[in-house]
């Protein structure tokens, strides 16, 4: 065993030591009516983290000790009888040091700290319900909030991603670009005399908290908008920071319009906090708040939609309905499984069922043997991928970029393309021979149109061709296309 390894052992030892130290004077606490317990336990359990999860877990499902923990943890929550023994000896301490007889500027300075102490103890709720009460007053009304969200309590207000804007002399401006009539460049100053309003927007980070009622002012985006002609193929918007990473976010034009977004310069009253995006942030209501942009430097529509920066690196549903819980692009996995998953670039033999991977720049994805089934690919980039024996049935594939993809066998069997829709994708070069293709589409029934781009690189054999006789239009469009 290395030096340092050995060092690390010792110092797990000595959390979990010292856990169970804390641990026992808190348990005394909890039952014995002269000590406080929960300091103690909240020691401990800071301590089991650090040496061991699995006894951390335990003191947490603890059936005695663990509420307390969690009430303080999830709620703040101090009980009343450690408030006013805390209180007590503190009290007792400055008499004594007062009756000793120091220094004044000590006793004061000893009096403050004493006094800020208490005063933060004696105002934290006493019971998890005061704390909901507390939230709740702060909300006005009782409003509903999306599922497995949690209000911030107190009105807290977390700091999620990029801490600050890229450092830069020049003036702040926002530009509006790409699809419009004619390109602008705005003032801070130009932009509030657009008009602004005041908004209360409920924020729901996907990190699963909430924060109901904040109060922004600023411009709806499409006060701004008319004002610079956005042009008719203008289908999607992306929202640009000035930061060092260019982060980004995109929406649906009409999303972005009918939810209200808004260019914000204020919260509160005063000032966005940079750290909050000041000068200028968006405010989209009703979506995940990844699709907030904070230090908003550029406004540009597309006809195609571009991934945002955690829609792309991340694996967060391009699409952010919290009442529908479009938390990331595979239902069920958390945010770490999606991004290692989006990274790798291997799917092979996962289950990916309902996956969201539109747009994203997946060549050379290994995806053999994946359950696929109803996932969406759309416009992506799959250039040479590999599905050896998948389940892509019911799978969207419109306009996907599948030149030299391979769909054959994977342990003999081929791949499940039954239903997918195949319209507009560039099956230049891709393999599909002996997958089913019972009821996919290459091409709009009826007009002939949007068909996918299939030619005699294309390998579609016999037993492939013969799946797809149930849709005589489908079989013509595929048989005339391979030439
Ligand atoms: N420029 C920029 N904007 C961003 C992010 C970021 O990392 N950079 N993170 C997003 C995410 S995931 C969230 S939840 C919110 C967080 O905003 P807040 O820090 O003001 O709470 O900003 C969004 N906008
Ligand atoms: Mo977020």
Same mark, same amino acid.
């Given at each position: ?22 641990a026992g ?8 009516p ?11 359990a ?8 699995r006894?951390?877990q335990?003191l ?26 805390a ?10 040091t ?9 006793l ?8 800020s102490?208490a005063i933060?103890?004696?105002?934290r ?14 909300e006005?009304t009782t ?22 804007p890229?450092?830069?002399d020049? =003036?702040?401006?926002?530009?509006i ?46 006060k701004?908008? &008319? ?10 918007v992306?929202?640009?920071?000035r930061?060092?990473?260019?982060h ?24 966005? &906090? ?72 291997d799917f092979?033999?996962?289950?990916l069922?309902?996956l969201?991977? &539109?747009r994203?720049?997946? =060549? ?12 969406s ?18 799978a969207?594939?419109?306009e996907?970029?599948?030149r030299?993809?391979?769909?054959? =066998? ?6 499940d ?9 560039d ?7 002996g ?18 781009i299939i030619?005699?690189?294309?390998r ?9 006789d ?7 469009y ?6």
């Amino acid at each position: 065993m290395g030096l340092s390894m050995a060092l690390r052992k010792a110092q797990r030892v000595l959390w979990i030591t010292s856990g169970y130290v804390f641990a026992g004077i808190g348990f005394a606490g909890v039952v014995l009516p002269v000590l406080p317990g929960v300091p103690f336990l909240l020691l401990a359990a800071f301590c089991f983290s650090r040496g061991s999860e699995r006894l951390h877990q335990a003191l947490l499902m603890h059936p005695r000790l663990g509420p307390p923990i969690i009430a303080w943890q999830k709620y703040g929550v101090i009980p009343k009888r450690a408030k006013i023994l805390a209180v007590s000896v503190m009290a007792t301490s400055f008499a004594l040091t007062w009756w000793i007889g120091v220094a004044p500027f000590a006793l004061a300075a000893q009096g403050t700290i004493l006094l800020s102490v208490a005063i933060y103890l004696v105002t934290r709720p006493s019971t998890a319900n005061e704390s909901v009460a507390a939230n709740r007053a702060a909300e006005e009304t009782t409003r509903e909030i999306p599922p497995n969200q949690q209000v911030t309590s107190n009105g807290k207000w977390p700091v999620v991603g990029e801490k600050a804007p890229r450092r830069s002399d020049e =003036p702040w401006t926002v530009e509006i670009t790409g699809l419009v009539a004619a390109t602008r460049r705005f003032t801070l100053d130009e932009l509030r005399a657009f008009g602004e309003e005041d908004f209360v927007v409920d924020i729901h980070c996907v990190t699963r908290w909430s924060r109901p009622q904040s109060r922004f002012r600023g411009v709806r985006l499409a006060k701004i908008l &008319d004002h610079c002609a956005p042009l008719d193929d203008a289908r999607f918007v992306s929202f640009v920071a000035r930061s060092d990473r260019d982060h980004s976010t995109s929406l649906l034009l009409a999303d972005a319009l009918a939810l209200e977004a808004i260019i914000a310069f204020e919260h509160d009253g005063e000032a966005l &906090d940079e750290i909050h995006g000041g000068p200028v942030r968006m405010v989209v209501p009703g979506r995940y708040f990844y699709k907030s942009v904070k230090w908003l430097e550029r406004i540009e529509l597309m006809a195609l939609d571009r991934l945002g920066y955690w829609e792309a690196e991340a694996g967060y549903h391009n699409d952010a309905d919290p009442w529908l819980e479009q938390r990331y692009a595979v239902a069920n996995f958390d945010r770490r499984a999606v991004a290692a998953l989006f990274q790798s670039r291997d799917f092979s033999g996962k289950d990916l069922r309902s996956l969201r991977a &539109d747009r994203q720049e997946f =060549p050379g994805l290994v995806a053999n043997g994946a359950a696929l089934r109803d996932a969406s690919f759309c416009g992506a980039n799959l250039e040479g991928a590999r599905f050896d024996g998948a389940n892509l049935s019911n799978a969207r594939l419109v306009e996907a970029n599948l030149r030299n993809a391979s769909f054959g =066998p994977f342990d003999g069997q081929a791949a499940d393309l039954e239903g997918a829709d195949l319209r507009g994708a560039d099956l230049r070069g891709a393999r599909l021979d002996g997958v089913s293709l019972f009821g996919a589409t290459f091409v709009t029934p009826g007009t002939m149109e949007d068909g996918a781009i299939i030619d005699a690189t294309t390998r579609i054999d016999a037993s492939a061709l013969q799946s797809l006789d149930s849709t005589l239009e489908q079989l013509d469009y595929v048989k005339r296309a391979l030439g």
